[in-house]
């Protein structure tokens, strides 16, 4: 099983990114999936998840600017950034295979997002 992200990048604060989660070995369509990303220091924060019939969650200081979609079809998830802000900077990784709040199976490699003012 592989999780690959891509879509990070650096852009200037208001600018917007598209990650995107590749699932490879295995099908994930009856999982939940989600974003976290961790910033230099910091904890790893949850970001964004999507439960296998597309109910969404997002933390409090992303809501409406950020949004998560998967397509099952294709083991596929995504997040939409915009209005980034420069304290979005961090690594991003997508997760598979919720089996607590906040724990999962499989991670990505993570793909760096940096936001600059």
């Known amino acids: 099983v592989q999780l690959v992200e891509s879509g990070g990048g650096l852009v200037q604060a208001g600018g917007s990114l598209s990650l995107s989660c590749v699932a490879s070995?295995?099908?994930?369509?009856?999982?939940?999936m989600g974003w976290y990303r961790q910033a230099p220091g910091k904890q790893r924060e949850a970001v964004a998840t999507i439960r296998s019939g597309g109910v969404t969650n997002y933390a409090d200081s992303v809501k409406g600017r950020l949004t998560i979609s998967r397509d099952n079809a294709k083991n596929t998830m995504f997040l939409q950034m915009n209005s980034l802000k420069p304290e979005d900077t961090a690594v991003y990784y997508c997760?598979?295979?919720?089996?607590?709040?906040?724990?999962?199976?499989?991670w990505g490699q993570g793909t760096q997002v940096t936001v600059t003012s």
């Open positions: 997760a598979a295979v919720q089996i607590a709040p906040g724990k999962y199976v499989y």
């Open positions: 070995g295995g099908d994930f369509s009856r999982n939940s």
